[in-house]
Protein backbone atom coordinates (compact mmCIF):
# COMPACT_ATOMS: atom_id res chain seq x y z
CA UNK A 1 0.00 0.00 0.00
CA UNK A 2 0.92 3.71 -1.07
CA UNK A 3 1.28 6.21 1.73
CA UNK A 4 -1.16 8.96 1.65
CA UNK A 5 -0.86 12.89 2.82
CA UNK A 6 -3.51 15.21 2.66
CA UNK A 7 -2.97 19.36 3.33
CA UNK A 8 -5.14 21.63 3.18
CA UNK A 9 -3.85 25.40 2.81
CA UNK A 10 -6.19 27.80 3.52
CA UNK A 11 -6.07 31.93 3.56
CA UNK A 12 -9.08 34.20 4.01
CA UNK A 13 -8.48 38.18 3.69
CA UNK A 14 -11.68 40.59 4.15
CA UNK A 15 -11.06 43.30 2.26
CA UNK A 16 -13.10 46.66 2.39
CA UNK A 17 -13.88 49.31 -0.17
CA UNK A 18 -11.95 51.86 -0.91
CA UNK A 19 -12.99 54.19 1.66
CA UNK A 20 -13.57 52.88 5.51
CA UNK A 21 -15.56 54.40 7.80
CA UNK A 22 -14.13 55.11 11.43
CA UNK A 23 -15.57 52.00 12.83
CA UNK A 24 -14.11 49.79 9.99
CA UNK A 25 -11.96 47.00 10.46
CA UNK A 26 -9.81 44.69 7.91
CA UNK A 27 -8.29 41.67 9.17
CA UNK A 28 -6.45 39.19 7.51
CA UNK A 29 -6.43 35.47 8.38
CA UNK A 30 -4.46 32.21 7.69
CA UNK A 31 -4.50 28.95 8.01
CA UNK A 32 -2.62 25.71 7.16
CA UNK A 33 -3.62 22.09 8.03
CA UNK A 34 -1.66 19.03 7.24
CA UNK A 35 -2.73 15.21 7.99
CA UNK A 36 -0.32 12.01 6.95
CA UNK A 37 -1.13 8.28 7.18
CA UNK A 38 1.22 5.67 6.33
CA UNK A 39 0.15 2.57 6.37
CA UNK A 40 1.72 -0.99 5.75
CA UNK A 41 -0.03 -4.62 5.54
CA UNK A 42 2.65 -7.34 4.53
CA UNK A 43 1.34 -11.15 4.39
CA UNK A 44 2.58 -14.53 3.64
CA UNK A 45 -0.22 -16.98 2.97
CA UNK A 46 -0.29 -21.50 3.10
CA UNK A 47 -2.99 -23.53 1.57
CA UNK A 48 -2.92 -27.12 1.04
CA UNK A 49 -4.92 -30.49 0.97
CA UNK A 50 -3.55 -33.54 1.80
CA UNK A 51 -5.08 -37.43 0.89
CA UNK A 52 -8.07 -34.96 -0.19
CA UNK A 53 -9.08 -35.10 3.18
CA UNK A 54 -6.72 -32.76 5.33
CA UNK A 55 -6.87 -29.19 4.31
CA UNK A 56 -4.66 -26.41 5.96
CA UNK A 57 -4.32 -22.69 6.05
CA UNK A 58 -2.11 -20.54 7.65
CA UNK A 59 -1.03 -16.90 7.61
CA UNK A 60 1.79 -14.90 9.24
CA UNK A 61 1.77 -11.13 9.06
CA UNK A 62 3.34 -7.42 10.37
CA UNK A 63 1.26 -4.26 9.72
CA UNK A 64 1.90 -1.07 10.64
CA UNK A 65 0.45 2.24 10.68
CA UNK A 66 1.35 5.68 11.18
CA UNK A 67 -0.98 9.28 11.49
CA UNK A 68 0.53 12.52 12.24
CA UNK A 69 -1.41 15.80 11.76
CA UNK A 70 -0.17 19.45 12.58
CA UNK A 71 -2.43 22.56 12.07
CA UNK A 72 -1.51 26.78 12.06
CA UNK A 73 -3.67 29.75 12.07
CA UNK A 74 -3.16 33.30 12.38
CA UNK A 75 -4.98 36.28 12.30
CA UNK A 76 -4.92 39.94 12.59
CA UNK A 77 -6.77 42.91 12.44
CA UNK A 78 -5.47 46.54 11.53
CA UNK A 79 -8.29 49.81 11.26
CA UNK A 80 -6.30 51.73 9.33
CA UNK A 81 -5.11 49.98 6.51
CA UNK A 82 -7.04 48.94 3.25
CA UNK A 83 -6.02 45.39 2.05
CA UNK A 84 -6.75 45.02 -1.97
CA UNK A 85 -8.89 42.25 -3.13
CA UNK A 86 -5.92 40.38 -4.51
CA UNK A 87 -4.80 37.31 -2.74
CA UNK A 88 -1.29 38.19 -2.54
CA UNK A 89 -1.67 40.89 -0.28
CA UNK A 90 -3.43 38.72 2.31
CA UNK A 91 -0.65 37.34 4.55
CA UNK A 92 -0.54 38.57 8.12
CA UNK A 93 2.63 41.23 7.80
CA UNK A 94 0.77 43.26 6.09
CA UNK A 95 -1.23 44.23 8.85
CA UNK A 96 -0.04 46.56 11.65
CA UNK A 97 2.77 44.92 13.31
CA UNK A 98 2.44 46.36 16.88
CA UNK A 99 -1.12 44.67 16.70
CA UNK A 100 0.24 40.94 18.23
CA UNK A 101 -3.26 39.26 16.91
CA UNK A 102 -4.41 36.16 17.64
CA UNK A 103 -2.23 32.61 16.52
CA UNK A 104 -2.68 29.19 17.49
CA UNK A 105 -1.66 25.82 16.15
CA UNK A 106 -1.23 22.09 17.30
CA UNK A 107 -0.20 18.95 16.35
CA UNK A 108 -0.50 14.68 17.31
CA UNK A 109 0.76 11.68 16.03
CA UNK A 110 0.06 8.13 17.00
CA UNK A 111 1.45 4.52 15.64
CA UNK A 112 0.16 0.85 15.95
CA UNK A 113 2.72 -1.99 14.87
CA UNK A 114 1.33 -5.07 15.16
CA UNK A 115 2.71 -9.28 14.08
CA UNK A 116 -0.31 -11.58 14.04
CA UNK A 117 -0.97 -15.32 12.70
CA UNK A 118 -3.14 -17.51 12.13
CA UNK A 119 -3.69 -21.40 11.19
CA UNK A 120 -7.07 -23.42 10.08
CA UNK A 121 -7.52 -26.83 9.71
CA UNK A 122 -10.59 -28.99 7.95
CA UNK A 123 -10.73 -32.67 8.21
CA UNK A 124 -13.69 -33.46 4.85
CA UNK A 125 -14.80 -29.96 5.41
CA UNK A 126 -16.93 -31.88 7.96
CA UNK A 127 -14.58 -30.59 10.95
CA UNK A 128 -12.62 -27.53 11.78
CA UNK A 129 -10.47 -25.71 13.88
CA UNK A 130 -8.56 -22.36 13.74
CA UNK A 131 -6.39 -20.15 16.11
CA UNK A 132 -4.68 -16.91 15.70
CA UNK A 133 -2.55 -14.80 17.38
CA UNK A 134 -1.21 -11.05 17.58
CA UNK A 135 1.09 -8.81 19.29
CA UNK A 136 0.15 -5.21 19.16
CA UNK A 137 1.99 -2.50 20.50
CA UNK A 138 0.36 1.36 20.81
CA UNK A 139 2.25 4.70 21.15
CA UNK A 140 -1.21 5.55 23.02
CA UNK A 141 -0.56 2.92 25.66
CA UNK A 142 2.61 3.41 28.72
CA UNK A 143 5.60 2.18 27.07
CA UNK A 144 5.46 -0.53 30.04
CA UNK A 145 2.43 -1.58 29.23
CA UNK A 146 2.85 -0.57 25.48
CA UNK A 147 2.66 -3.95 23.44
CA UNK A 148 -0.15 -7.40 24.52
CA UNK A 149 -0.65 -10.43 23.11
CA UNK A 150 -4.01 -11.27 21.98
CA UNK A 151 -5.37 -14.94 20.73
CA UNK A 152 -8.87 -16.42 19.46
CA UNK A 153 -9.35 -20.17 18.97
CA UNK A 154 -12.25 -21.78 17.27
CA UNK A 155 -14.06 -24.74 16.01
CA UNK A 156 -16.59 -25.79 13.64
CA UNK A 157 -18.89 -28.76 12.92
CA UNK A 158 -20.84 -29.43 9.43
CA UNK A 159 -23.40 -31.48 10.96
CA UNK A 160 -25.09 -31.73 7.65
CA UNK A 161 -21.79 -33.70 5.99
CA UNK A 162 -22.49 -36.66 8.32
CA UNK A 163 -23.84 -39.96 6.92
CA UNK A 164 -26.67 -39.75 9.15
CA UNK A 165 -27.94 -36.52 8.22
CA UNK A 166 -27.95 -37.74 4.38
CA UNK A 167 -31.95 -38.49 4.94
CA UNK A 168 -32.17 -35.11 5.97
CA UNK A 169 -33.54 -33.90 2.02
CA UNK A 170 -35.10 -30.63 3.22
CA UNK A 171 -32.17 -29.30 4.94
CA UNK A 172 -29.03 -28.32 2.64
CA UNK A 173 -26.67 -27.19 5.33
CA UNK A 174 -26.27 -27.29 8.91
CA UNK A 175 -23.07 -25.89 11.25
CA UNK A 176 -23.01 -25.52 14.45
CA UNK A 177 -19.79 -23.25 15.66
CA UNK A 178 -17.75 -21.83 18.79
CA UNK A 179 -14.82 -19.33 19.17
CA UNK A 180 -13.38 -17.87 22.32
CA UNK A 181 -10.69 -15.14 22.23
CA UNK A 182 -9.71 -11.37 23.32
CA UNK A 183 -9.58 -8.17 21.45
CA UNK A 184 -7.73 -4.95 22.65
CA UNK A 185 -9.24 -1.59 22.64
CA UNK A 186 -7.47 1.82 22.57
CA UNK A 187 -10.06 3.97 21.48
CA UNK A 188 -11.02 7.49 23.33
CA UNK A 189 -7.46 8.46 24.03
CA UNK A 190 -5.56 10.86 22.35
CA UNK A 191 -3.23 10.75 19.48
CA UNK A 192 -0.45 12.07 21.68
CA UNK A 193 -1.96 11.05 24.65
CA UNK A 194 1.61 10.59 26.00
CA UNK A 195 3.24 13.66 24.57
CA UNK A 196 0.72 16.20 25.12
CA UNK A 197 -0.07 19.74 23.79
CA UNK A 198 0.09 22.54 26.34
CA UNK A 199 -3.16 24.35 26.62
CA UNK A 200 -4.41 27.66 28.05
CA UNK A 201 -5.45 26.85 31.86
CA UNK A 202 -6.17 30.42 33.12
CA UNK A 203 -5.20 34.03 33.62
CA UNK A 204 -3.91 35.63 36.36
CA UNK A 205 -3.61 39.31 37.06
CA UNK A 206 -0.28 40.45 38.93
CA UNK A 207 -0.17 44.16 39.26
CA UNK A 208 -0.65 45.94 35.81
CA UNK A 209 0.43 42.43 34.11
CA UNK A 210 -1.82 39.97 32.83
CA UNK A 211 -0.12 36.31 32.67
CA UNK A 212 -1.75 33.13 31.06
CA UNK A 213 -1.22 29.67 32.56
CA UNK A 214 -0.65 26.71 30.11
CA UNK A 215 -0.99 22.72 31.26
CA UNK A 216 -0.50 19.75 29.65
CA UNK A 217 -3.91 18.45 27.82
CA UNK A 218 -3.87 15.27 29.15
CA UNK A 219 -1.74 13.91 32.05
CA UNK A 220 -0.22 10.64 31.11
CA UNK A 221 -0.56 8.06 33.51
CA UNK A 222 2.89 5.66 33.50
CA UNK A 223 0.28 2.44 34.73
CA UNK A 224 -2.29 2.59 31.90
CA UNK A 225 -2.65 -0.07 29.44
CA UNK A 226 -4.88 -1.50 26.81
CA UNK A 227 -8.46 -1.87 26.80
CA UNK A 228 -9.45 -5.85 26.74
CA UNK A 229 -12.63 -7.58 26.16
CA UNK A 230 -12.31 -11.57 26.07
CA UNK A 231 -15.41 -14.08 25.17
CA UNK A 232 -17.50 -17.07 23.74
CA UNK A 233 -19.59 -17.32 21.23
CA UNK A 234 -21.84 -19.94 19.90
CA UNK A 235 -23.48 -20.08 16.36
CA UNK A 236 -25.62 -21.64 14.41
CA UNK A 237 -26.23 -21.23 10.41
CA UNK A 238 -29.00 -23.35 8.66
CA UNK A 239 -29.71 -23.26 4.68
CA UNK A 240 -32.57 -25.49 3.80
CA UNK A 241 -35.28 -25.69 0.62
CA UNK A 242 -32.84 -25.83 -1.96
CA UNK A 243 -31.12 -22.58 -0.75
CA UNK A 244 -34.22 -20.36 -0.35
CA UNK A 245 -34.35 -20.39 3.06
CA UNK A 246 -31.57 -19.50 5.96
CA UNK A 247 -30.72 -18.87 8.74
CA UNK A 248 -28.27 -17.79 11.28
CA UNK A 249 -27.81 -17.80 15.35
CA UNK A 250 -25.71 -16.51 17.68
CA UNK A 251 -25.11 -15.66 21.11
CA UNK A 252 -22.61 -14.04 22.79
CA UNK A 253 -21.00 -13.81 26.73
CA UNK A 254 -18.41 -11.10 26.98
CA UNK A 255 -16.69 -8.83 29.57
CA UNK A 256 -14.17 -5.93 28.96
CA UNK A 257 -12.06 -5.00 31.82
CA UNK A 258 -9.74 -2.52 32.42
CA UNK A 259 -11.54 -0.01 31.02
CA UNK A 260 -10.07 3.45 29.78
CA UNK A 261 -11.72 5.73 31.49
CA UNK A 262 -11.51 9.61 31.52
CA UNK A 263 -11.38 11.37 34.51
CA UNK A 264 -11.32 15.29 34.99
CA UNK A 265 -9.20 16.52 37.81
CA UNK A 266 -10.31 19.87 40.23
CA UNK A 267 -9.68 23.33 39.06
CA UNK A 268 -7.40 23.89 41.87
CA UNK A 269 -5.18 20.88 39.73
CA UNK A 270 -5.63 22.77 36.78
CA UNK A 271 -8.71 21.61 34.91
CA UNK A 272 -6.91 18.92 33.15
CA UNK A 273 -7.99 15.57 32.92
CA UNK A 274 -6.36 12.25 32.51
CA UNK A 275 -7.46 8.37 31.41
CA UNK A 276 -6.86 5.69 33.60
CA UNK A 277 -8.18 1.67 33.49
CA UNK A 278 -11.34 1.56 35.98
CA UNK A 279 -13.65 -0.98 36.16
CA UNK A 280 -15.22 -3.62 34.03
CA UNK A 281 -18.53 -3.83 31.83
CA UNK A 282 -20.18 -7.45 30.62
CA UNK A 283 -22.44 -7.82 27.69
CA UNK A 284 -24.97 -11.04 26.86
CA UNK A 285 -27.14 -11.18 23.97
CA UNK A 286 -28.48 -13.03 21.37
CA UNK A 287 -28.88 -12.47 17.30
CA UNK A 288 -31.18 -14.16 14.88
CA UNK A 289 -31.14 -13.24 11.33
CA UNK A 290 -33.56 -15.20 8.98
CA UNK A 291 -33.84 -14.98 5.12
CA UNK A 292 -36.57 -16.31 2.20
CA UNK A 293 -35.60 -15.62 -0.82
CA UNK A 294 -37.85 -17.02 -3.82
CA UNK A 295 -39.25 -16.53 -7.24
CA UNK A 296 -42.84 -16.07 -8.39
CA UNK A 297 -43.17 -16.65 -12.07
CA UNK A 298 -40.09 -15.84 -14.69
CA UNK A 299 -39.79 -12.12 -13.51
CA UNK A 300 -40.53 -11.20 -10.00
CA UNK A 301 -38.19 -12.52 -7.29
CA UNK A 302 -38.38 -11.31 -4.14
CA UNK A 303 -36.13 -11.22 -0.45
CA UNK A 304 -37.45 -11.80 3.12
CA UNK A 305 -34.44 -10.82 6.01
CA UNK A 306 -36.05 -9.92 9.66
CA UNK A 307 -33.59 -9.63 12.18
CA UNK A 308 -33.77 -10.24 15.99
CA UNK A 309 -31.20 -9.05 18.59
CA UNK A 310 -31.29 -9.26 22.48
CA UNK A 311 -28.39 -7.63 24.75
CA UNK A 312 -27.86 -6.96 28.11
CA UNK A 313 -24.76 -4.49 29.39
CA UNK A 314 -23.91 -4.29 32.83
CA UNK A 315 -21.44 -2.07 34.65
CA UNK A 316 -19.90 -4.77 37.07
CA UNK A 317 -17.39 -2.58 38.56
CA UNK A 318 -15.82 1.27 38.46
CA UNK A 319 -13.01 0.64 40.24
CA UNK A 320 -12.35 -0.52 44.07
CA UNK A 321 -13.30 2.90 45.36
CA UNK A 322 -16.41 3.76 43.41
CA UNK A 323 -19.77 2.39 42.91
CA UNK A 324 -21.28 5.39 40.77
CA UNK A 325 -19.90 7.88 37.85
CA UNK A 326 -21.10 11.28 37.47
CA UNK A 327 -20.49 12.36 33.80
CA UNK A 328 -22.23 15.72 31.70
CA UNK A 329 -22.29 18.78 30.92
CA UNK A 330 -25.56 20.61 31.74
CA UNK A 331 -27.37 17.26 31.79
CA UNK A 332 -26.11 14.86 34.23
CA UNK A 333 -25.28 10.97 33.18
CA UNK A 334 -25.08 8.70 36.79
CA UNK A 335 -23.44 5.29 35.65
CA UNK A 336 -23.98 2.42 38.66
CA UNK A 337 -23.12 -1.16 39.19
CA UNK A 338 -24.96 -3.52 39.37
Known sequence: P????????????????????????????QNQDEFRKFQQDHTVSYD???????RINAVVGFTSLYEGSTNLNGSRTDTTLNIPRDPQFWYLGIADQSN?????????????LGYLA???YGFKDRYLLNASIRRDGSSRISPKNRYRTFGAIGAGW?????????????????????????VGNTNGLGRNYF???????GIGVFGDNI?????????????????????????????AFSGRFSAEADFYNRKTVDLITRITLPGSSGNVTYFTNLGSISNKGIEISLGWNDRIGEDFTFNISPNFSYNKNNVESLGSDFNFTLTGNGGINRTITG
Open 2 to 29: LPSRFINLGENGLPTDTTINENGRTSVR
Open 195 to 201: EPNLVQS
Open 211 to 239: FTSVAPEFLPDPNLKWETTRGIDIGLDLR
Open 118 to 120: RVS
Open 158 to 182: VISEESFFNNVKSIDFLKLRGSWGT
Open 100 to 112: PGNFNGGGAENAV
Open 48 to 54: SVFNNNH
